[in-house]
């Protein structure tokens, strides 16, 4: 299958899922991508990659001339994301490895215009070795649910040198159908913390 669109927000029931790998939702992931700039022909960065959807949109956005590495410490994330690329025919754009950032993230052949963090337990450390890894001008964004995270990763950010700083507070809301009409579900509040790094 080929997504027929060049804009993000691929439904999350066209990927392949698994009990216990997370995945990035649907209306987190369209922000996700836009709030990475992306252009054909970027290198990009997808760590703690889980069921892969963000790695597919990303490599959706960059083209046949760009590239997304993504890597997960779970071998099943990482298994999960190589089924949902085949299904979307985008292999060729990407290398999946199993492995935990920051270390993995060494093997990483130059430098990157773009790193996405989906998941680490290792934030600052992974933050340090991401902004070695970037271009100048090039971007990071954190997707977070703890507000921990979210202090942590802006504490980093500030402290490493990052500049235009930008938190944004996704809450989302899905309707379902009821007996007398549509009802509004409130999802967990999400935070998308980007920066450039100059
Ligand atoms: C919320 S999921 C990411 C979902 C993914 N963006 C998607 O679209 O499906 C977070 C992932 O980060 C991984 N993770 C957490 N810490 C990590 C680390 N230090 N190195 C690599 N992966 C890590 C977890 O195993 C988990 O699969």
């Not at 935990?100 to 992974?126: C, H, M, N, W, Y």
């Not at 340090?128 to 090039?138: A, D, I, P, Q």
């Not at 009409?181 to 450039?196: D, K, L, S, W």
Request: hydrophobic share 45%; with cysteine.
């Amino acid at each position: 299958m080929s997504w027929p669109f060049d804009v993000p927000g691929i439904p999350d029931e066209l990927f392949v899922r698994e009990e216990r790998v997370p995945m990035t939702k649907e209306e987190v992931r369209a922000v996700v991508v836009s709030k990475m700039r992306l252009r054909r022909g970027q290198r990009v960065i997808d760590v703690g990659c889980g069921s892969g959807s963000t790695t597919v949109e990303f490599a959706n956005a960059v083209g046949n001339e760009g590239m997304v590495y993504a890597l997960d410490k779970d071998p099943k994330a990482v298994e999960l994301t190589k089924v949902n690329l085949s299904r979307f025919n985008l292999v060729h754009r990407t290398a999946v490895s199993l492995g935990e950032a920051p270390q993995a993230l060494l093997s990483i052949p130059g430098q990157v215009d773009r790193a996405f963090v989906g998941g680490s337990d290792k934030l600052r450390e992974t933050l340090t070795t991401l902004r070695s890894l970037l271009v100048n001008g090039g971007k990071v964004v954190v997707d977070a649910i703890l507000l921990q995270t979210v202090v942590e990763a802006i504490s980093t950010l500030e402290e490493l040198g990052f500049t235009n700083l930008e938190v944004t507070e996704l809450i989302v809301a899905k309707s379902l159908k009821t007996g007398r009409g549509h009802a509004m579900m409130a999802r967990n509040p999400i935070f998308v913390v980007g920066a450039e790094k100059p």
